[in-house]
Antibody, heavy 122, light 108 residues
Framework: QVTLRESGPALVKPTQTLTLTCTVS??????????VNWIRQPPGKALEWLAR???????FYSISLKTRLTISKDTSKNQVVLTMTNMDPVDTATYYC??????????????WGQGTLVTVSS | QSALTQPRSVSGSPGQSVTLSCSGT?????????VSWYQQHPGKAPKLMIY???KRPSGVPDRFSGSKSGNTASLTISGLQAEDEADYYC????????FGGGTKLTVL
C-alpha cells in the first residue's frame, strides 16, 4: 500500500526557514522512474507545484521559487525533505507531497499525502 | 496567474453531463500529451481522475472522461452525482508543472 505523509511545523515566523518532511511507504525512492514532488495550496486558492526529486537525485524547481527551495531525499529513511527559506505570510498554505505515476508524465500524480497546513505569522 | 485557464464554476443537475474546460498556450496542453485532471473535495488531498489526456486510473468511474482539442483539454462527467461536487484542477507540463486555477463543480 502506497502512502505519503507530510510532517513539519504548523507555524513559522516571517523570515524563518521551513523544513518539511515527506515519509513514504509502499515504494522505494531509489526505484528507477520514481519521482516525488512538493505541491502547495494557499487557503481557498489553486494548487502550485514547487519541486521534484527523482530516483537518480535529479532535482527540479519552480522557476518563481527556485532561489528559496531545496529538495533532498534520504532513501534509507524513505524521506523527501523540502526546505523553503525566508518565509512570508503569503507562503501560508497546505503543503502536499505527491508521487508521479510510475512511467507517467511529470504532471501525473497518482498518490498524495494528506497535506500539512503551514501558517506564517509573527 | 495560471498558464492554464479554467472556468471558476460550473453547475449541473443530477444525471446530467457537464464538461469542464482547460485552455492553455500552445506550449502547455497543446503540444504536451500529459494532461491530467484532479478532483478535490473540501479539506481533502487532490485525487487523480484522468491522466495522459484521456486515461482513467483504476477505480475511477467511467463516467469521467478526458479529451483534448488543440490547446484545450476537457473533462466530461456524465450521469452527474451528488458526490461529484468538488473542485477540479487540470494540470500539464511546459518545461515545468502547471496547474489550472480550478473549477468548482456544483451539483444542483
Amino acid at each position: 500500500q502506497v502512502t505519503l505523509r507530510e510532517s513539519g511545523p504548523a507555524l513559522v515566523k516571517p523570515t524563518q526557514t521551513l523544513t518539511l518532511t515527506c515519509t513514504v511507504s509502499g515504494f522505494s525512492l531509489s526505484t528507477s522512474g520514481m519521482r516525488v514532488n512538493w505541491i502547495r495550496q494557499p487557503p481557498g486558492k489553486a494548487l502550485e507545484w514547487l519541486a521534484r526529486i527523482d530516483w537518480d537525485d535529479d532535482k527540479f524547481y519552480s522557476i518563481s521559487l527556485k532561489t528559496r527551495l531545496t529538495i533532498s531525499k534520504d532513501t534509507s529513511k524513505n524521506q523527501v525533505v523540502l526546505t523553503m527559506t525566508n518565509m512570508d505570510p503569503v507562503d501560508t498554505a497546505t503543503y502536499y507531497c505527491a508521487r508521479v505515476r510510475l512511467d507517467g508524465g511529470a504532471a501525473e500524480f497518482d498518490y498524495w499525502g494528506q497535506g500539512t497546513l503551514v501558517t506564517v505569522s509573527s | 496567474q495560471s498558464a492554464l485557464t479554467q472556468p471558476r464554476s460550473v453547475s449541473g443537475s443530477p444525471g446530467q453531463s457537464v464538461t469542464l474546460s482547460c485552455s492553455g498556450t500552445s506550449s502547455a496542453v497543446g503540444s504536451y500529451i500529459y494532461v491530467s485532471w484532479y478532483q478535490q473535495h473540501p479539506g481533502k488531498a487532490p485525487k487523480l481522475m484522468i491522466y495522459d489526456v484521456d486515461k482513467r486510473p483504476s477505480g475511477v468511474p467511467d463516467r469521467f472522461s478526458g479529451s483534448k482539442s488543440g490547446n484545450t483539454a476537457s473533462l466530461t462527467i456524465s450521469g452527474l452525482q451528488a458526490e461529484d461536487e468538488a473542485d477540479y484542477y487540470c494540470c500539464s507540463y511546459s518545461g515545468t508543472v502547471v496547474f489550472g486555477g480550478g473549477t468548482k463543480l456544483t451539483v444542483l
